[in-house]
């Protein structure tokens, strides 16, 4: 930090969490890089942890980060909360008047911790130094003008003198969001002149990458006799980590209509690191408080889960968390369809199993993003993006080419562009990948048809109207006056319009909500406390399914994912801040042989704006799961687990009680 | 070839020239391949080499390729020519009638040799297979798309198969435009599964590149006393090597206006490499040869050189040799501002000095072509071109954005995009790249600075007209309401309409001629023959010199190529068709211990097509070079060279003579 008096790159006095990077070597190989390391000391004095963010926000708590600004917040006792960063509250309606005239109020608190995104390869990036002063990163990332913005603001230096070359993707989930090493990397090939590759180990993963939020929420819900939700108070407080944020308290409603509500979001500052996106950020935590509650207010009024959530779900033109008017009656079929797939109601259970159910909605995000088509002589296509391949992506783009245009998908290429070729894109995350570049994509190839049936009739010498079918064009209604695509390709090259092209360039897709709905079937172990997942059912409302097979994957994966959450994964930190499981050993994520075959179902209830009335897909799968898997418990042996994961410990827990 | 049965990469049966490549070897270092080379063994059957193109279109001549087709021609007894691959004629009026009523009449014959490009950078080029059977080539070109059609053609792949991405390039002047390595790089690459890299020795350069042809041409100009040409009857025996065709004899004529002509241009199989494009090609070959030999008609008139090609050549509404009227008086302008600054007729000149002029015209090509233009959330401005770089164009293309956009031209970066990225661009070559690439780009950027004059407009709220100043979006008449567009554009990329950006594809601006003119000064050593260069004037119109440093420096080293060409370089063969020359030390170029500091005269009249009315400016430097120290060398020696290059025994042997 000395000697980068005006960058804050490395901590100044105070390193707030296990982790932190307080000083960078770079070496010519790896080895010498670790021996210099060694010769670093670092004298720490060593204070009291903030760990857990409820003890956290007390008033007589330790700071997380010395002198660092906090919001001004009182608990009930009129005492000012320590480590507060962020506060936020949403009121609808009279929430107290509505719990007191409630027939059924159930409360309860749920908490769930730090969890990783565990994508495949650690996280890279290398380097080089230009000759005319710029700087070359080659980075694993969602989005590469992402990571040049953060890069051009970590190290102070323009945009336009940074450009990000997008590697392979090997696994996001949200966590290539954001610069890890981009900026260190570019800051050391720019001191030293020389090109510089930086990796992150596992551990390091674990310790300083941007991990998902642990959170403690608290909810009570009110509820008439026949099922109609009535209030909704709740207050949810995110770990904010040493320097990040919170987000607010929406989700906690989500997908169902609630007339009177109060719920509040805290962020609180911890000693853990700075938390970011993972797949669905903030819903997935805040659905297994949800749809763990709305199973115990079901239980309290003995009514079948599917149906209390048949009777809430929001409908035709009620309004979406995005507050837009729903188009159909996308959750309704959802949970439906999923339900009977399930079997739910009819499927024969042994003893201690159990069904549960959980839904879940995300709104896609949308943005900036850009197409060019080009035809080649051979009549093959180049399609050029700057939108980074994820999940399938650029399989699915080449999909909507060759959709538009009748040339076989093998025919068509798909380019990544980097941040000198093409204009600002955002990045592949939030469900906007397919639904926002696909938009382009298809207006691009649009253009780019339009182009060749100009060209085409040019060529044939006609004014009659003609039609781009089987790779040729052709007079409509003579198909023997026709000119092959790869023919007309070469024929124009040198005429005024010049090469057979479309280009579409856009800012904004107008988003729609998609559902997500699980049904999970699961035995248990009464002796141990064990949870084996029998079944699970993925439904998804997806508008419409591009490609079946990736987005049958997407909600596999999504699936996977959620379980592994619900049952497995999550930070353990000592009392002293220390990360007890930086590691894929004590950090257990599903394999093969935790789960069943994750069953799927796709509703294709097309929504307006998307390429062919398409959704976002990648989000939805990932947050259900867990509480479908906590109802599933509570269905098969009546204890009901508020804490994330779902151990055998914290199972053999609940039955003791 | 046998290896090869459908491909024609190696010869069967015969051999047709020294260098020709007969197998390939490929080895994991180059000392390996080289020791493989050596175990294989040709045995060679010694045939009779044709390598004089008049004695080898003979009737009794031998054949250059064992049975390979020819045109059928007779010569001047009826008897078959052999070894013709091409011929054409062009006749206009009754050239016999017009020489017979000549007041005079020159003839002569000239000869050229082979020269080569000689370009810095040897040839080279890496392949790397791809993991879906597509196959990656870097090469140094001119074109990336010449080079992917070249290879899809050689290997009988589809073009949708290759990849071509151009590298920086050291030196081309039409020697890239070719594929010399690609296609072996990118086979070997195919059948081994491994990345293959080719670089070329110097001396396979000269042998088994694509150098200019060397040709033979026989002039008669006819001529009233008024210096007035009446009759020009030519022919131009181009050499094709062993698998070229021949250009026809257009050249001869060119830039003046000549009412009565008989052309003949034929092409002549030898055993030499194929020729290819070298800077202006045809165009150096038939000006030494029309430019020598119009002195000579001046010389039999008694008339001053600089008002002969005055009173004849091309002006306004004259058909240039493309066909097109002449805008402005543009060669006569350039003759007399360069003979001016020479000091035409008013420079004193020593014994043995002398002054000659020559003049040349270059209908500069055109062809496909592409820009993408985009602006950073800094201001800084990315294009995206497929137009690859030489001689300075990308530093033009810059300052194209720049000037539209009024952002400093440090502030933009250009990239070349490679042959997924961009839509077919042709070759930068044939003086095209400033001129269509230049035009797309200007468009694109105005297409751009709608967008961001529309953005603003929106950004400041505001239905007035906005205007575009020193880099911000004002509101015009009101400097207080104003955006930068740093800000505006970091501020649109979530608006529909998205980035500001601008995008253009053509095919083709119509082209004009351009003409240069130079005027050599020299003296003559009477014992020794050698030439001295004094003085050389380069004169240009060059319609609008976009970057005036730039344009100087390709007035100077073509006219360096040019004086080459006149007085050092060629191609020396042996009867049996070896090159006795084929490296650096024998084959001469000129270097700065060899040329005067070579003057520019810049005549800036604009074209109505070209961007800001600039005009092609390669090419036509080079053309006029080694006429104009003919004709110098023949005002101080009284002595006429006729063939290429002068060299001191030539000036000896003419002195002798």
Known sequence: AADL?????????????????????????????????????????????????IAGMAADAPEARLGAPTRDCRDEQGRPRRNVVGYSELVEGDVARALAEADVVVESEYRIPYF?????????????????????VWTSTQGTFAIRDQVAGALHIPHGRIRVIGTQVGGAFGGRNDVVLACYAALMALRTGRPVKAVMKR???????????GCVVRLKTGARSDGTLTALEGRIVWEAGWAGGADGPERLRALYRVPNLRLEGYGVRTNKPTPGAYRAPGAIQTAFARESNLDQVAAAL????????????????DLS??????????????????????????????????????????????????????????????????QVDITGL???LAQIVSEELGVPVEKVRVSLGDTDMVPYTVVSAGSLAAYTAGTAVREAACRARERILRAGAEFLQTE??????????????????????????????????????????????????????????????????????????????????????????????????????????????????????????????????????????????????????????????????????????????????????????????????
């Open 116 to 136: 990783h995104q565990t994508y495949l390869e650690t996280s890279c990036a290398t380097a080089r130094p230009e000759t005319n002063g710029r700087v070359t």
């Open 321 to 386: 968390l995005a507050g837009k008017p729903l188009e159909r009656d996308w959750l309704r079929e959802t949970i439906r369809r999923t339900a009977e797939a399930a079997g739910w109601g009819k499927r024969r259970l042994g003893p201690h199993q159990g069904m549960g159910i959980a839904c879940a909605e995300w709104t896609n995000w949308s943005g900036p993003t850009n197409a060019a088509v080009t035809v080649a002589e051979d009549g093959s296509v180049s399609l050029l993006t700057g």
């Open 203 to 213: 551990d390091e993963e674990f310790l300083d990458s941007s991990p998902a939020p």
């Open 5 to 53: 008096p005006n960058l804050d790159l490395f901590p100044r006095d105070e390193v707030c969490f296990q982790g932190q990077k307080v000083a960078m070597v770079a070496a010519e190989d790896p080895d010498l890089a670790e021996d210099a390391l060694a010769l670093i000391r670092v004298r720490y004095e060593v204070l009291q942890a903030v760990v857990d963010p």
């Open 302 to 317: 003995g009514m079948d889960p599917v149906e209390l959530r048949l009777r809430n779900a929001l409908g035709p033109g």
């Open 464 to 657: 009659e109207e003609v039609e781009l079918v089987q790779q040729q064009v052709r007079v409509k209604g003579d198909p023997s006056r026709a000119v092959g695509l790869a023919a007309l390709a070469a024929s124009v090259h040198w005429k005024p319009e010049g090469p057979l092209s479309g280009h579409r360039v856009l800012g904004w897709v107008p988003p729609h909500p998609s559902f997500s709905v699980h049904v999970a079937t699961v035995e248990v172990d009464p002796e141990t406390g064990r949870v084996r997942l029998l079944d699970l059912v993925a439904g998804q409302d997806v508008g419409r399914a591009l490609n079946p097979t990736l987005v049958e994957g997407q909600l596999q994966g999504g699936a996977a994912q959620s379980v592994g959450l619900g049952m497995m994964e999550g930070y353990r930190y000592g009392e002293d801040g220390r990360l007890l499981n930086p590691n894929l050993l004590d950090y257990a994520i599903p394999t093969a042989m935790d789960l069943p075959a994750i069953r799927t179902v796709l509703v294709e209830e097309p929504c307006s704006d998307g390429p062919y009335g398409a959704k976002g897909v990648g989000e939805p799968p990932i947050i259900p799961g867990a509480a479908a898997v906590a109802n599933a418990v509570h269905a098969a042996i009546g204890v009901r687990i508020t804490e994330l994961p779902i151990t055998p410990e914290r199972v053999l827990a609940a039955l003791g009680d």
């Open 394 to 396: 650029h399989t699915v």
